[in-house]
């Protein structure tokens, strides 16, 4: 048997839908909220702009505002991304949803229960040994490598820990990208 992997297989690791956001609600003391539609509010003051984010509680459906910007002058803002938030543009949603630094400013954490699927191909794993597995994520999704893998391969996770070659700790939460061998069972 052969030391280098005979197959190579991708997996990816996709956001289903926007994580909730761990963040008290002034009103009902609840820790989740939601971006909802994803929308934006943008105030101006002369040539100062605030925009923020608008999240809704899930308990008590409170609307709630995390600061973007903060008297923030209008041409220092890119134009397009200015016109984005006007719009109300998806995809901005998402980027400042899971920018850690807004996350940071306005103290809350994104919990991404049932938020994220695995792709793995229909590969089977029956005869060839050892099996080499690209890892990329797709968004930030904080997972155990060990519980992905255990997932990914329908393995027990002390059968991961037992047969799969990692760089990475498998035990410890990561959102980067990592390469995994796996080997024979005995």
């Not at 920018?99 to 793995?120: H, V």
């Not at 040994?129 to 992905?148: G, K, M, N, S, T």
């Amino acid at each position: 048997m052969s030391s280098s992997p005979h197959i190579v297989l991708p997996w990816v690791v996709r956001r289903t839908r926007l994580p909730l956001l761990s963040l008290r609600c002034v009103d009902c003391r609840s820790e989740s909220a939601t971006t909802g539609d994803g929308r934006f509010r943008v105030n101006a003051n002369g040539k100062l702009l605030d925009v923020w984010l608008l999240v809704r509680c899930v308990s008590c459906d409170r609307t709630s505002k995390l600061t973007v910007y903060e008297r923030a002058a209008v041409r220092s803002i890119d134009p397009g991304e200015l016109h984005g938030y006007h719009v109300n543009d998806p995809e901005l949603v998402a980027s400042r949803l899971l920018d850690p630094l807004l996350a940071r400013r306005n103290r809350f954490t994104l919990d991404w229960t049932d938020a994220w699927r695995l792709d793995t191909p229909p590969e089977r794993l029956d005869e060839t040994w050892p099996v080499r597995v690209d890892v990329v994520f797709e968004d930030p999704v904080p997972v155990r490598p060990e519980r992905l893998i255990a997932q990914g391969l329908g393995l027990s996770r002390t059968e991961v820990l037992r047969r799969v070659k990692c760089d990475i700790s498998l035990r410890r939460s990561t959102s980067a990208d990592f390469t995994f061998t796996v080997t024979a069972g005995d």
